[in-house]
């Protein structure tokens, strides 16, 4: 079954870095676009918002506007991990991150991961 598992969370000071790891397995991973979202803290779950996608075969990236330049997708489809590299943290980047894939006709979700910013 399609089995999605983050990690690296943390709490990390304004300015600091974190890297999120996802774990997948299940289902053909290189040819499945990957994303990331986030829920922040109280937002109901269809306020969580798109922060990366990456195509199969990393051809493109998009990100969202407020973490462009900051935050970098990658994936390494031999290990079947997608990763999110977060640059110059901020106290508004605090949310429950989540990867998660569309794999017709369902959408799967991991359990999430805590990113805490404090200033």
């Known amino acids: 079954q399609v089995q999605l598992v983050e990690y690296g969370g943390g709490l990390v000071q304004v300015g600091g870095s974190l890297r999120l790891s996802c774990a997948a397995s299940g289902f053909t991973f290189g040819t499945t676009q990957m994303n990331w979202y986030r829920q922040a803290p109280g937002a109901p779950v269809k306020e969580r918002e798109l922060v990366a996608r990456i195509s199969g075969a990393s051809a493109w990236r998009n990100y969202l506007d407020s973490v462009k330049g900051r935050f970098t997708i990658s994936r390494d489809n031999a290990k079947n991990m997608v990763y999110l590299q977060m640059n110059n943290l901020k106290p508004e980047d605090t949310a429950v991150y989540y990867c998660?894939?569309?794999?017709?006709?369902?959408?799967?979700w991991g359990q999430g991961t805590q990113v805490t910013v404090s200033s």
């Open positions: 998660n894939a569309w794999i017709d006709p369902n959408d799967y």
